[in-house]
């Protein structure tokens, strides 16, 4: 790290307000972090009405083009009558302003809980809501926004850790492990016929809000193009016989709105491994962020290199396994 101030450092309360009330709002002096490390988002309290919330976003990651089209993508889901939560307009229908540097956007406050994606009830529904997204998202790609695959993920994520953070006790078991690693998902992934489609792109219980017995989809941050199958894999989880119990259940639901392309079922353990490369990249990357010391203190210790390895290890392991199945 260097002594050098972050970008994040000026947002202060009283910067927080000033950027909403830029927009024609009046605080209430309430303003309240939320958890949010990629960029910035606040809880702002309105005079006589609901809170607000503001998301400032990280300088220099997305362009403005990329950002409007992440916005674009969410009015469109919601013009079909999809929950997701999109950010408001003002008069003249412009989702982002620029303020002090940054760009900012503003959405309405939803509550709500994350999901038991280990209720199978639950992941019917989920499955039916991404169906619908998925419908919408294949009738056009994105032109700005990037596309999820090896290079970007894998080996870029791979070559920041082995030149500048990897101890030199476990560079050579690293560099050779995610060679392999790397390697064998190619290989999967040029042996599987793929279609691109616009997806939410971070699919996990975090960005799914449960609320009036139903799935809110928040923070499409992260929609790229990608295969579909990348946004339903996150809700998989157990042994192969509950993740077999949990797919059927997830594309059951799916199916009655979109096709499901069984021969994707190849990528699940290729995009899990690329999700984790491209993790402790992302930690890397941020590291001169004070927020990120604080809240990841296990990153980029000894120990942590060595778990991430075995882990490693073991999905070069589940790569070679065969693939989950539909019953």
């Known amino acids: 790290m260097t002594d050098t101030p972050h970008a994040f450092q000026a947002l202060t309360p009283g910067f927080v307000m000033d950027a909403v009330e830029s927009r024609g709002f009046r605080c209430d002096c309430r303003t309240f972090a939320l958890n949010s490390y990629e960029n910035r988002v606040y809880q702002v309290g309105i005079e006589d009405s609901e809170p607000l919330i503001a998301k400032f976003y990280r300088p220099q990651r997305w362009s403005d083009e990329q950002i409007l089209e992440e916005h674009r993508f969410c009015f469109e889901l919601a013009d079909h009558e999809l929950p997701v939560v999109a950010p408001l307009c003002d008069e003249a229908g412009q989702s982002l302003f620029h303020f002090g540097g940054f760009r900012v956007a503003l959405y309405p406050r939803k509550g709500g809980h994350a999901p038991e994606l280990d209720n199978l009830d639950n992941l019917l529904i989920l499955g039916r809501l991404l169906g619908r997204i998925h419908l919408i998202g294949a009738l056009r ?149 004070p927020a990120f010391p604080v809240h990841f203190p296990w990153f980029n210790s000894v120990r942590y290199w060595g778990e991430q390895i075995l882990h490693l290890r073991e999905q070069l392991a589940a790569l070679a396994e065969p693939p989950l199945q539909l019953m």
């Not at 792109?201 to 990348?230: S, T």
């Not at 797919?247 to 021969?263: H, K, N, Q, W």
């Open 141 to 289: 790609p994105f032109e700005h926004r990037p596309r999820l695959d090896c290079q970007s993920f894998g080996r870029d994520s791979a070559a920041l850790i082995s030149d500048r953070f990897i101890p030199i006790e476990y560079k050579k078991s690293y560099d050779i492990l995610t060679n392999e690693l790397l390697s064998a998902i190619e290989g999967i992934m040029e042996g599987t016929t793929l279609r691109y489609i616009r997806t939410h792109g971070d699919c996990h219980a975090g960005n799914i809000l449960w609320r009036d017995q139903a799935p809110h989809f928040v923070d499409f941050d992260d929609a790229r193009m990608a295969p579909a199958v990348q946004d339903l894999w996150m809700m998989l989880s157990g042994d192969r016989a509950r993740q077999t119990a949990q797919l059927a259940e997830i594309v059951e639901g799916y199916s009655e709105f979109c096709d499901f392309r069984p021969t994707e079922l190849r990528l699940v353990e290729a995009l899990r491994t690329l999700r984790m490369l491209h993790y402790s990249a992302w930690l890397a990357r941020r590291w001169d962020d």
